[in-house]
């Protein structure tokens, strides 16, 4: 089975 | 004030469409340079950035930046009630708390405009950085919503392995398991026909089949799409609006546990 990443873990917030 | 007039309306009509789905409100971020987005879905997987160049408009007129926090699917309900070769205009005057839309028939004789109260969103911002990717394939749009479609019989993830021979979309699930597998094409008519992987190295990823759908209905923009992968970094799946810009949407990556 897979894991979902989320995009926040890879694009840093401003 | 800000004003811009979109001769080809439909442009709008098919963006609007192609992320009310996956984002419910946003902020169109509006400077002399352009139109902007960036919004995440709902669950923060995955992120929608649009831009619309201020020359792609005629004519564009943004005083000072301004943000202009829109639902999306009360403009795309708005949208609507426009016809496919209308002109549309957008206005925001300085200080309103509106947005307002007007459609022009092509020959002007008729004029409906719209409204809309602004909403106040709360958006974080992301840096996206510049990435160079392992590889980088092209491929008509309606083929990739194809793909995306068939696969979602099988699953609701699907692997993507792009090497020198092409790229391989499979996917399994209780049902079965399937693959497409697209060649690079060696000889088309047209350009919007091709199949082509640009690689660095050879990559392989998984991704939510549900959010791939959700990018697909952005196919009516742009005859091809292209996607770009690299190890372990989100997903690039960019539609380019005519030559004023991009609609871009990026997917986190499964992992297998």
Known sequence: ?14 | MFEARLPQGQILKKLIEAVRELVTDANFECKPSGLSLQAMDSSHVSLVSLLMRADGFDPYQCDRNRTLGINLRTLASVLKCSSNDDIITIRAEDDGDSAILIFESPSSDRLSEFDLKLVDIDNEQLVIPDTQYDAVVRMPSAEFQRIVRDMQILGDSVTIACSKDGVKFSANGEIGSGSVRLKQSSAVDSEDDAVTVDLQQAVSLTFALRYLSLFSKAAPLSPTVTLSFSKDVPLLVEFRIADMGHLRFYLAPKIDE
């Not at chain 1, 089975?1 to 401003?14: C, K, T």
């Open chain 1, 1 to 14: 089975s897979y894991l979902q990443e989320g995009i926040v873990q890879y694009f840093v917030p401003i």
